[in-house]
């Protein structure tokens, strides 16, 4: 069996290879179980020079590489060098991380001393996206290496040229043979692997593949399991100057082609003439918001990952049973994975609780600020969330009131800094949140009491 990923604007071939099997899922766990004891006992200075090596090349090599995650994503090119950016970063953000989350501490006691130590679980199965094929893997697989752990990635069949110039570089940089293997395949390869001996299964993905992973390991505890899943974000409009409230929304919803786990989904607007007010805004800048191929020039939006995915997205649009405000339209004829941004009003209807992977955003009309309040809290997920307004006091009284793990005030949903912790509640994850955080599920903490010396210890009612 062979594996192809296509150019999504195009249709080109962009990589092409063999599929791997339960047999070399099974070859790759035995190999990296028995790389696992030497690099877990490589220095932590060694470690971190190979980490910060790889972003060298990552550097050096970055327009190139960019050009290769917008050829098989479809992402425009501003966008793909940004992602690249983002994976250089993470290195310095992860090794900070390490030493306030996960390094040592001492202290003084009486007969001795108490030790905190941090160790690594072992081998660590990733499963990526292809959203972001190097950043948001490259976010589990940074930490993971420099705690000391091995790492067998399967990234998306969708995205595997990426992953494998991603191990091309990492082989680069010094990393010793089967400390980072890649095995390329389609959902049967992930299976086989999860299936195999780890210590770990950190993944991003579908809120469907978490619930599915949940049940997968429920009667495995020893296996720590990190999942950042998607979302169907809320965002609050509640005043402001109309265009920049729909450049807010803009970059909110539609950015990426829609396709961020922490895009809105759904847009919450005051009843009245301020909302309306806004609520044009919005429609008449996601009907102008340009879309095309990535190398016709800087465009905001491209197309989705594949022609799938957007009858996908067209088939839950449809399942809303909404008001169409802004009907997606195909940009050109003959490639049917473009899509541009659709506007539904779904107020006062019933709507699924799905995330669809799209720009398509709901907008949901409410009578006062606590009702969008209980708009936007009212769904299983839990990512991120948003709110646009200008008094500080509706600020303060969201920020408490909201259910979310990344929750913005007058920025979009999708800002979020590698320095802070990335995740979220109920369907959008497990309470392992990763970025700065990542660095909670690398790594273990082992406490000691020591003592250099053995003395005698008093035993009550002894008298010898």
């Known amino acids: 069996m062979t594996l192809q990923s296509f150019d999504p604007a195009s249709g080109e071939i962009v990589w092409e290879g063999a599929v791997d099997g339960p047999a070399q899922c099974g070859a790759a766990i035995a190999r990296a179980r028995a790389a696992a004891p030497l690099w877990a006992q490589t220095p932590l200075d060694e470690r971190l020079a190979i980490a910060r090596r790889f972003a ?37 953000i992860s090794i900070a991380a390490q030493a306030e989350r996960a390094g040592t501490r001492e202290q003084a006691m009486p007969f001795g001393r108490s030790i ?9 199965a990733v499963l990526g996206p292809y959203n972001f094929p190097g950043h948001l893997p490259n976010g589990h697989i940074v930490p993971a290496l420099i705690a000391g752990n091995v790492v067998v990635f399967k990234p998306s069949e969708e995205t595997p040229a990426v992953a494998a110039h991603m191990a091309h570089l990492w082989a680069e940089a010094g990393l010793p043979g089967h400390v980072f293997q890649i095995l390329q395949g389609r959902r049967e390869t992930g299976a086989a692997l999860i299936s195999e001996n780890i210590d770990g299964l950190l993944f991003t993905g579908s809120a469907q593949a978490g619930r599915a992973f949940r049940h997968a390991f429920a009667d495995r505890p020893h296996v720590i399991v990190a999942l950042e899943l998607g979302g169907n974000n809320p965002l609050v409009a509640w005043d402001g100057d109309p265009e920049a409230v729909a450049s807010l929304v803009s970059h909110s919803a539609f950015i990426t082609t829609g396709q961020r786990c922490s895009c809105a989904r759904r847009l919450i607007l005051p009843i009245g003439k301020a909302g309306d007010r806004m609520l044009e ?56 994975a473009f899509m541009s941004a659709a506007v539904i009003d779904v107020t006062g209807s019933t709507v699924p609780d799905e995330e669809i992977f799209a720009p398509v955003l709901q907008v949901i009309r409410v009578p006062d600020f606590d009702a969008a309040i209980a708009a936007a809290n009212n769904t299983a997920f839990g990512l991120s969330a948003g709110l646009i307004a200008q008094d500080p006091g509706l600020w303060d009284h969201f920020a408490v009131h909201i259910r979310a793990g990344v929750v913005n005030w007058n920025r979009p949903t999708t800002g979020a800094a590698s320095a802070m912790p990335f995740g979220g509640l109920g369907e959008s994850g497990n309470h392992r949140p990763s970025a700065a955080y990542a660095a909670d599920y690398c790594a273990y903490p082992a406490a000691s009491f020591e003592a250099t010396g053995i003395e005698r210890l008093p035993i009550a009612g002894l008298t010898r």
């Not at 905190?116 to 660590?124: D, E, K, Q, S, T």
């Not at 800048?285 to 995915?309: N, T, Y």
């Open 281 to 336: 805004a919005v429609l008449a800048q996601a009907a102008a918001l340009p879309v095309g191929a990535w190398d016709e020039g800087e465009r905001f939006m491209g197309p989705l990952i594949s022609a799938k995915a957007a009858e996908r997205a067209y088939d839950a649009m449809q399942a809303l049973k909404g008001r169409i405000l802004l009907s997606p339209a195909l940009p050109r004829e003959g490639n049917r």
């Open 56 to 92: 060298a090349l990552l550097k050096e090599g970055l327009e190139p590489f960019a050009r290769l995650i917008s050829r098989e994503t479809g992402k425009q090119l501003w966008e793909s060098r940004g992602e690249v950016n983002a994976m250089i970063g993470k290195v310095e």
């Open 116 to 124: 905190l130590r941090h160790r690594p679980h072992g081998v660590m």
